[in-house]
Each structure stands twice: as structure tokens, then as C-alpha cells.
């Protein structure tokens, strides 16, 4: 995949505000969607979780509004942030937990999943974490005829077990998942121009 498409800087964002803040928008909706929110926030200097903790809910479900299931991301958004300022202030200071405490922590948290968690672990808090997203299952599922229906962690430590434990390749990885999937690997794949063609179970049975 890296010969393909090159080495892939990912995640988008400047500053660890905006990738958390994205982590838990891009939930159910394209990254398209919620570049147009970030840029409200950005255009509203609104762009930090203080600064959305301080936030009408209402006046921040009209800036998030493109993104998609905005009230209920507003809900989520504005209780996160409220919690994280509440409790240390900034995000650097919850960063500074081990991983798994981390971890912990964000999932208790009503509106966060293993997979925002994991985003917001290894792109922002800039720790090792393997995120496995619904392209990283199809991709999975068919080159190596992983299972559908296989559970998120055991994906993950399946994963994690074949690859160097190292954050800049865990996040290359990623990205590299998430480029095959929206450009070959689709619902309705792309055999034919799939860079993993030669490797994949699902295009070798199909071309028999």
C-alpha cells in the first residue's frame, strides 16, 4: 500500500484540540462533513475544548451543524469538554496518563467508542494505540478472509502482533487502510485496480 500511495500524514488537524475535536465528529459521517464544521469552529475561534465548554449547546449544534447528527454531537461535544477542563484543565494534562489508563478514561465517557478513543490516543495524545475502523474490517475480511463479524479488539491485537510497535507506522497503517477503502476497497470493490490485487482471497476467488 505505502508504494502505492506514498507515506500518509494522518490525522489532519494542527493542534491536539482540533484532532479530539475531530475524533468524536467524524462519528457516522464523512471527513468532508467535518472539515466544513472545523472550519465554523475555526472561522468562530472556537476551535479548543475551553473554548466549547464555555459554549452555548445550541450556538455550537449551528457551527457542527455539517457534520451530521448535530444536536446529539453537541450534547456529547459539550459534556466532553466541560469534563476535560473540569477535571485538568487542558488536554495535554489528561495526556500525560499510561495508555490504558487513558484508554479507560475516554471510553467511560458517554459518546466515545473504542475507535474515537483509539484516534484520540494515537493521534493526539501521540501514544501506541492501533485503530481499526469499518475499512480496516472489510480490507481484512477480504484479503484474508478474516471473519465479519470479528470483535474489535481481537482485530486490533491481530494486527498489532504482525507489525513493528512503532506510533509513526501504527498511524502510516492506518491511513493506508483508509485510502485503500475509499478509493479500491468500497462496498462494490475495485479488483481490478486494487494495488493488492495479487494478495487478496477475495479477488483470487472471484477471478477464477
Request: with cysteine.
Amino acid at each position: 500500500m505505502r508504494q502505492h500511495f506514498g507515506f500518509l500524514n494522518w490525522w489532519p488537524g494542527d493542534t491536539k484540540d482540533e484532532i479530539f475535536i475531530g475524533a468524536i465528529l467524524t462519528q457516522q459521517t464523512s471527513w468532508k462533513n467535518v472539515e466544513r464544521a472545523i472550519s465554523n469552529l475555526r472561522s468562530a475561534d472556537s476551535l479548543s475544548i475551553k473554548k466549547i465548554s464555555e459554549m452555548e449547546t445550541s450556538y455550537l449544534e449551528g457551527l457542527i451543524r455539517p457534520s451530521g447528527y448535530y444536536r446529539q454531537k453537541a450534547k456529547r461535544l459539550s459534556y466532553i469538554s466541560k469534563y476535560v477542563v473540569q477535571k485538568y484543565a487542558s488536554l495535554n494534562r489528561m495526556f500525560k496518563k499510561n495508555t490504558m489508563p487513558l484508554r479507560g478514561e475516554l471510553l467511560s465517557l458517554n459518546g466515545i467508542g473504542k475507535e474515537t478513543a483509539d484516534s484520540i490516543i494515537l493521534y493526539a495524545a501521540g501514544k501506541r494505540v492501533f485503530v481499526i475502523d469499518a475499512y480496516t474490517k472489510r480490507i481484512m475480511s477480504r484479503v484474508y478472509a478474516i471473519k465479519d463479524d470479528i470483535e474489535y479488539d481481537e482485530l486490533q491485537s491481530m494486527i498489532i502482533s504482525k507489525i513493528p510497535p512503532k506510533i509513526g507506522l501504527y498511524k502510516d497503517f492506518h491511513a493506508q487502510f483508509v485510502e485503500l477503502g475509499k478509493n479500491y476497497c468500497k462496498a462494490k470493490p475495485l479488483c481490478s485496480k486494487c494495488p493488492l490485487k495479487r494478495y487478496c482471497l477475495y479477488n483470487l476467488q472471484s477471478s477464477r
